[in-house]
Each structure stands twice: as structure tokens, then as C-alpha cells.
């Protein structure tokens, strides 16, 4: 079983930073994209931002400049640091892992965290 598991959410001030922190733990071969989405309540899951294996990135435009993802893959990690946060960045954010479950299956799955909430206060 794989299980992907966040920590770090909580409440911060406008302006604050934070980092979130999410491990890839269970039986698989290879992790390809890891990466952090965030959803409201009505609304659909947004991607925030995504790192593949190699180092290269990707961010909604929303975060561009203030969100940084990086990663350990010795550690099955994906880190999201958030700087100069603002009232709209409250949320629930998710990690996610597209990973390959052996070496004689060539598909990727995604996998979820259950979330870890996010609050940014003026």
C-alpha cells in the first residue's frame, strides 16, 4: 500500500510563510511527478504547483515568485515553501504522486494525501 502523507498546515498571518512537507511511504518502484494542489469548499482541486523527477517545475500563475516546490527523492519528499502569503492562499492543500507500483507494470497511478489545511489571516 502506498500512502502519501502531509504535515505543516496551520493558521499564519498575512504576509507569513510556511512550508508543507509530504512523504511518499509504502511499496512502489519509482516516483515520476510529485506536486501540491489545493481546493475550497464548491470549488474544483487547482494545481498550485508540480515537480518531476529531473528538478523541473511548474506554478499556477497565482504563486509564481512567492511558492517554491522542491523535492528529496532519497526521501520520497515533496516540500512547498510559501512566502508572502495572503488571505486567498487559505485552503486545503493536497500533495499528490504519480508513481509506478513495480518494475513490471508501466503505468502511473496518483496517489493522495488527505490534506492538511492552510490559513492565512489579516
Known amino acids: 500500500q502506498v500512502e502519501l502523507v502531509e504535515s505543516g498546515g496551520g493558521l499564519v498571518q498575512v504576509g507569513g510563510s510556511m512550508r508543507l512537507s509530504c512523504e511518499a511511504s509504502?511499496?512502489?518502484?519509482?516516483?515520476?511527478?510529485m506536486g501540491w494542489y489545493r481546493q475550497d469548499p464548491g470549488k474544483q482541486r487547482e494545481l498550485v504547483a508540480a515537480i518531476i523527477s529531473t528538478g523541473s517545475t511548474n506554478y499556477a500563475d497565482s504563486v509564481k515568485g512567492r511558492f517554491t516546490i522542491s523535492r528529496d527523492n532519497a526521501k520520497n519528499t515533496v516540500y512547498l515553501q510559501m512566502n508572502a502569503l495572503k488571505p486567498e492562499d487559505t485552503s486545503v492543500y493536497y500533495c499528490n504522486a504519480d508513481l509506478r507500483k513495480n518494475n513490471y507494470d508501466s503505468n502511473w497511478y496518483r496517489y493522495w494525501g488527505q490534506g492538511t489545511q492552510v490559513t492565512v489571516s489579516s
Open positions: 509504502g511499496s512502489f518502484a519509482s516516483i515520476n511527478v
